[in-house]
C-alpha cells in the first residue's frame, strides 16, 4: 500500500467549540503545506467579492437566517475546485450535517478523490466551558458567556457527533487528546497522519 505524500492530504478536523480547531488547522495547514478551509472563510469571501453565491448567501444572513445547504455545498465545490486545494486541504466547520457528509462525497467524487482522515480533538467538555468563559472575560466577546456556550456544546453533540459515527464506520477518524498543549496537540495529530 503505497501512501500520498504528505502534500496530497484531504482532511477534516472536527472537534466541539473550543477544542482549538482552528489554532491546529494553521498550523497543519502550514506543516503540510494544504490550504486550511473554513466554511466561514469561503462565506466572508464571497460576500466581500460579491459573488453570485455570495449574494444568495448575503440575502439569508441579513434576515437572520440559515444559509441553505445548497448554496453552503456549492460555495464548498467551487472553492475545493481552486488551485491551491488541488494536493489537498483541511476542511474546518464543514460538513456540519449528514446532508453535508452526502454532499462532500458526491463533490469530492465528482473530483475522482475521497478524504484521507478526520481529525477528532477531543476534550473535556468542563474544562473547555472554563476556557471558554474566561477568554471571554478577557477578551469581551459577548458569545463566550456560559449559557451560550452550553448552547454551542449541545448543538455540537446534536448536529455534528452523528459525522463522526459515519466516518468512524469508514475508518477515517484519528482521535487526538485536544486537552495537551498546543504543540504536543500538533505533533499529536501529524503523527497520527503518518506526516
Do not use: C, W
Not at 491551491?84 to 464543514?94: I, S, T, V
Not at 457528509?101 to 480533538?121: E, H, K, P, W
Amino acid at each position: 500500500m503505497t501512501h500520498a505524500p504528505a502534500s496530497a492530504r484531504r482532511l477534516l478536523i472536527v472537534g466541539p467549540p473550543g477544542a482549538g480547531k482552528g489554532t491546529q488547522a494553521a498550523r497543519i495547514s502550514e506543516a503540510l503545506g494544504i490550504p486550511a478551509i473554513s466554511t466561514g472563510d469561503i462565506f466572508r469571501a464571497n460576500v466581500s467579492q460579491e459573488t453570485e453565491l455570495g449574494v444568495l448567501a448575503k440575502s439569508y444572513m441579513d434576515r437572520g437566517e440559515y444559509v441553505p445547504d445548497e448554496v453552503t455545498n456549492d460555495m464548498v465545490r467551487s472553492r475545493l475546485a481552486e488551485d491551491d486545494a488541488r494536493e489537498g486541504f483541511l476542511l474546518d466547520g464543514y460538513p456540519r450535517t449528514l446532508d453535508q457528509v452526502s454532499a462532500l462525497d458526491g463533490i469530492l467524487s465528482d473530483a475522482g478523490l475521497a478524504l484521507d482522515a478526520v481529525i477528532l480533538l477531543e476534550v473535556d467538555v468542563e474544562e473547555v466551558v472554563g476556557r471558554l468563559v474566561a477568554r471571554g472575560e478577557q477578551s469581551g466577546r459577548s458569545d463566550d458567556n456560559e449559557e451560550t456556550i452550553r448552547r454551542r456544546l449541545e448543538v455540537y453533540a446534536e448536529q455534528t457527533e452523528p459525522l463522526i459515527a459515519v466516518y468512524d464506520e469508514r475508518g477515517l477518524v484519528r482521535r487526538i487528546d485536544g486537552m495537551r498543549s498546543i504543540d504536543e496537540v500538533t505533533a499529536e495529530i501529524l503523527g497520527a497522519l503518518g506526516a
